[in-house]
């Protein structure tokens, strides 16, 4: 059974840091690129950073320059380091692949970025 468990959200003020944790089980992480989202409520899902099997990443405009996202394939896990918080990234943060066992979302962790 394919799982995700994130962890590292929190209370932070504007300009400070986080590092977001997802624990993967259940498939070979390894094989499977990984990515993190965001969601507002009243607004969709918009992706936030993704990182290939291979270590190639991309970002969201909005993050550029301030996330990075990273993979430990030997712990199973994907982070994404958020730097300079802004309070528009106050969002819940959710762990996502899509690989060949189809895809799956965790529960999400939410970050609140406010002084």
């Known amino acids: 059974q394919v799982q995700f468990v994130e962890s590292g959200g929190g209370l932070v003020q504007p300009g400070g840091s986080l590092r977001l944790s997802c624990a993967a089980s259940?498939?070979?992480?390894?094989?499977?690129?990984m990515s993190w989202y965001r969601q507002v409520p009243g607004k969709e899902r918009e992706l936030v950073a993704g990182i290939t099997a291979a270590g190639g990443s991309t970002y969201a405009d909005s993050v550029k320059g301030r996330f990075t996202i990273a993979r430990d394939n030997g712990k199973k896990t994907v982070y994404l380091q958020m730097n300079s918080l802004k309070p528009e990234d106050t969002a819940v943060y959710y762990c996502?692949?899509?690989?060949?066992?189809?895809?799956?979302w965790g529960k999400g962790t939410l970050v609140t970025v406010s002084s």
């Open positions: 996502y692949a899509n690989g060949y066992f189809g895809s799956s």
């Open positions: 259940g498939f070979t992480f390894s094989r499977v690129a």
